[in-house]
């Protein structure tokens, strides 16, 4: 069983709430890291941010190829507090959800996260994409 570092030891925390806390108001920001196992390769796209391509830098060298399940597990760790797959083992899931709290982020800024893993016709991936709304 691959080791999943918790959110406190994982610097994969720090460079997502460096990078999200660099949005700004109508000028969000958004990754999306892609892995294709079969070749053993994965991309990020950035967006063409110095933003994003700081936080892709850091993806591609630190996430897994092979396993998206991971590396989801590790974004999730960061977002929410006491999130844990532990043993369970995802073979193919999708979705997005929003993340209005996200621990040592500033409050107005939300995480939406986008993934999907284990589908036969679509590339594992995981977007993120963080949004500065001020609460009125």
Known sequence: MPFIASAQDDKLCEHLISFASKSKVGK???????????????????????????????L???TSTEFMNINLSRV?????NDFNLGS????KISGEFSVFETPSLN???????NFSIGDD????????????EPVE
Do not use: M, R
């Open 28 to 58: 969000p920001l958004k990754v999306k890291l892609i892995n294709d196992w079969a070749n053993f390769s994965k991309s990020c796209e950035h967006n063409e941010t110095e933003e994003g391509k700081e936080f892709c830098n850091y």
């Open 60 to 62: 591609i060298k630190n």
């Open 76 to 80: 999730l760790s960061c977002s929410v």
């Open 88 to 91: 369970v083992h995802l073979n």
């Open 107 to 113: 409050q107005d800024i939300t995480l939406n996260i």
């Open 121 to 132: 016709i679509i590339k594992d991936f995981i977007e993120i994409k963080a949004e500065n």
